[in-house]
């Protein structure tokens, strides 16, 4: 079993920037592919980006591709995502997930196994 606990969210206006960390509870999650998704209200949850385990392949949802960056620091069982010309659009719970088969389906949130508890970002304009 593996928790994920979500931090860095917050209220920032248009423009600005967050920097969201994953932090896992196990060594384990050196060997997990990692994903961040977010759930606007009234809205499925929605993929935003991913990174396999030694952060040789990303993929990024296109509307967020060139703003955010998604990362990772074994060493310190934390996975990153830096979000940068943020726009309101961008408001949402957002989660990070792990492991399951999502190597293979990384768009699908039900390829997770793990899921943290997720934190709110909030953009004003």
């Known amino acids: 079993q593996v928790q994920l606990v979500e931090s860095g969210g917050g209220l920032v206006q248009a423009g600005g920037s967050l920097r969201l960390s994953c932090a896992a509870s196990?060594?384990?999650?050196?060997?997990?592919?990692m994903g961040w998704f977010r759930q606007a209200p009234g809205k499925d949850r929605q993929f935003v980006a991913f990174?396999?385990?030694?952060?040789?392949?990303?993929y990024y949802l296109d509307s967020v591709k060139g703003r955010f960056t998604i990362s990772r620091d074994n060493a310190k069982n934390t996975a990153y995502l830096q979000m940068n010309s943020l726009k309101p659009e961008d408001t949402a719970v957002y989660y990070c997930?792990?492991?399951?088969?999502?190597?293979?389906?990384?768009?699908?949130?039900?390829?997770?196994?793990?899921w943290g508890q997720g934190t709110q970002v909030t953009v004003s304009s």
């Open positions: 997930a792990a492991g399951g088969s999502a190597i293979m389906q990384p768009r699908l949130a039900s390829a997770y196994g793990y």
């Open positions: 196990r060594r384990t999650f050196t060997s997990y592919p």
């Open positions: 990174i396999t385990w030694n952060a040789g392949n990303t």
